[in-house]
């Protein structure tokens, strides 16, 4: 028998339509960076300053920089430009390592191998700017940096595009970012092999080389490890500018694992919701309730018991990846494959949820497909932010198989074996669940991908199949 809902839950009541103005809460404070184990200290950052080529005069500021970034993040950093450094023994003792500003060959064959073997067991890698003008001669090194400098033209003002509002480096920041720099031109564009999290609009500045697509900031999981980079942090004023210190300390925390992101490659998405007013054109409310738009972009649950649900078209195959953000201990959550109406009901009883509360049981907690499966709660806990902080959902839908992903790992798989439901074609909403819920939502995108057969989607509920697939 289907699982009936406490009064918590949806209940069925008549359409409200408003999408009203308001105002959204602000991220929460850092995590700590300490290690949680009784007497275990802070985590440690290396910050690597050693030029062989062009020397900026910025690196002293940049080295205050992130010490005064480790104060207030709960990090101990170290600063060297010794190259004997890099040892396995030495490069174990700390979390991440961050390339400020090197310039040329800065390691020899016997450190490079140490860092690669660092990389492997797990560390973190951050560059700052110049650490794409370093070691052109390491294959290891420029896949782990993402790009390679090419030139750069004047210092000068530039809007960067905010690409991902959910990563730490960027969740702070507008949809558009206006600061002076010197913006690097690359020798290729690592969008395919990286997760982009901010570009240059190449027509705010002169001297932009790269078609038009230029990445400036990105992250990934890089041959085990983590590696994020920036191409800011050429003037001495970066370090003194508060966006950008909190951009890099953003970057950090996630390298060593204090904050939580997905930074797979994301390619060929578009935007059902883009943080506009003009994209929730094709969106409908459905029972009591409503969603805020803020002026960043971002929706927010207001009164209940309702849902907003995508009407402009269902969905058969597709990954589905939206951010969202949980003020305390709330209640949303995202609904799939259930047909059009305005009966909220009709998503309840026809579709699937998956669920966003902190505190509910395991088939009603965060990740799980709601009264039928719990997501892995082990993993989830791994990757889970806090209230305060983004979270990213992909769910991916391919015949009658869902699975989840939280911050890029996945933490549910389920097959629909019911015959009255299917998530071969549905539509999608956010839920606002009630008026003391507060959760937030944004950019809110969907790739479509291939049909599956029946006999494919038939062939995915083999459990041996389901666990030799790759994710």
């Known amino acids: 028998m289907r699982h009936i809902r406490p009064t918590r839950r949806l209940a069925t009541a008549a359409v409200g339509a408003a999408v009203l103005l308001g ?21 440690r950052v290396l910050v690597f300053s050693k030029t062989a080529g062009f020397r900026h005069d910025s690196i002293p500021d940049g080295v205050a920089a992130v010490k005064q970034l480790g104060e207030t993040g709960g990090f101990t950093v170290d600063a060297t430009e010794d190259a004997t450094a890099f040892t ?17 060959d800065v390691l020899d064959a016997t450190q490079q191998n140490a860092f690669e ?6 560390g973190a890698y951050v560059g700052v700017h110049a650490a794409a003008d370093t070691e052109y001669d390491w294959e290891f090194y420029g896949g782990v940096a993402g790009a390679y400098f090419q030139s750069h033209p004047a210092i000068q003002p530039a809007t960067v595009d905010v690409e991902d509002h959910a990563h730490p480096a960027t969740s702070g920041l507008a949809q558009t970012w206006n600061r002076t720099d010197e913006w690097y031109n690359y020798r290729s564009n690592p969008r395919d092999r990286v997760h982009v999290l901010a570009s240059l609009d190449e027509s705010s500045y002169a001297g932009g080389t790269m078609n038009g697509d230029h990445p400036i900031a990105w ?9 994020f980079y920036t191409g800011g942090g050429h003037t001495k004023e970066s370090y003194a500018e508060p966006a950008f210190r909190q951009h890099l300390l953003g970057g950090i925390r996630w390298a060593i694992g204090d904050a939580q ?11 059902l919701f883009d943080g506009t007013r003009a994209s929730l054109d094709a969106w409908r409310q459905a029972g009591p309730g409503s969603f805020t738009l803020s002026d960043d972009g971002t929706l927010t649950t207001t009164g209940g018991m309702g849902m907003l649900w995508y009407a402009g078209s269902g969905f058969g195959s597709y990954s589905l990846k939206l951010d969202w953000r949980m003020a305390g201990d709330d209640n949303s959550g995202v609904f799939v494959g259930f047909p059009p109406s305005d009966d909220p009901w009709s998503a309840v009883n026809n579709g699937y949820e998956i669920q966003i509360d902190a505190t509910d049981a ?5 990740g799980a497909v709601y009264g039928f499966k719990s997501a892995d709660l082990k993993k989830r806990d791994r990757v889970l932010n806090p209230p305060g902080q983004w979270n990213t959902y992909e769910i991916r839908v391919e015949g009658e198989r869902l699975r989840v992903y939280l911050n890029g790992v996945k933490i549910n798989d389920f097959t629909n074996t019911d015959p009255a439901r299917s998530l071969t074609d549905g539509h999608l909403g956010i839920q606002n669940h009630g008026a003391d819920d507060e959760v937030s939502f944004r ?4 790739k479509e991908l291939p049909a599956k057969t029946d006999e494919s989607a038939n062939s995915a509920t083999s459990a041996g199949l389901m666990a030799s697939q790759g994710d």
């Open 88 to 104: 396995a023994a030495n490069l174990r003792r700390y979390a991440a390592v961050v390339f400020l500003s090197t310039t040329g």
């Open 219 to 227: 992250c990934q999981n890089y041959q085990g490890g983590r590696a």
């Open 362 to 366: 395991a088939d009603r907690t965060t």
């Open 23 to 43: 105002c959204v809460s602000g991220p929460a404070a850092s995590q700590s960076s300490r290690d949680p184990r009784p007497g275990a200290e802070a985590k």
């Open 261 to 271: 992101a997905d930074c797979r490659p994301e390619n060929g998405y578009r935007r």
């Open 443 to 446: 950019d809110i995108r969907i």
């Open 117 to 122: 073997g660092y990389i492997r067991q797990g």
